[in-house]
């Protein structure tokens, strides 16, 4: 079901931006692909802005891990899976 709902969401989504794009024409589209391309792909990024980036990332996650094992040791009812 859930599958259904995603697909369905990111379907109509493309379909959106096709029909925007479709709707603006060429040249706003390629207008708007040379903005991006200058702006993220020509002058890439500092290696330290990557490194951090992903940095704070992974501490994000390993922190949501870490305060969800804090909450599960305080918790006194403990659900387990039925294999």
């Known amino acids: 079901m859930a599958a259904l709902v995603l697909g369905s ?7 959106h931006d096709y029909a925007t794009w479709s709707r603006l ?3 706003e589209f390629m207008a ?13 990024q500092p290696t330290f802005h990557t490194v951090a980036r992903m940095t704070v990332l992974v501490f ?8 969800r094992q804090i ?3 305080k918790s ?6 039925a294999i």
């Not at 969401?9 to 379909?15: D, E, F, M, N, R």
């Not at 006194?76 to 899976?81: D, G, I, M, N």
């Open 25 to 27: 024409g060429r040249q």
């Open 9 to 15: 969401l990111l379907g109509s989504y493309i379909h």
């Open 60 to 67: 994000e996650f390993e922190g949501k891990e870490v305060i």
């Open 71 to 73: 909450f599960a040791q």
């Open 32 to 44: 708007h692909q040379m903005l991006r391309f200058e702006e993220y792909i020509a002058v890439p």
């Open 76 to 81: 006194p009812v403990r659900l387990t899976a």
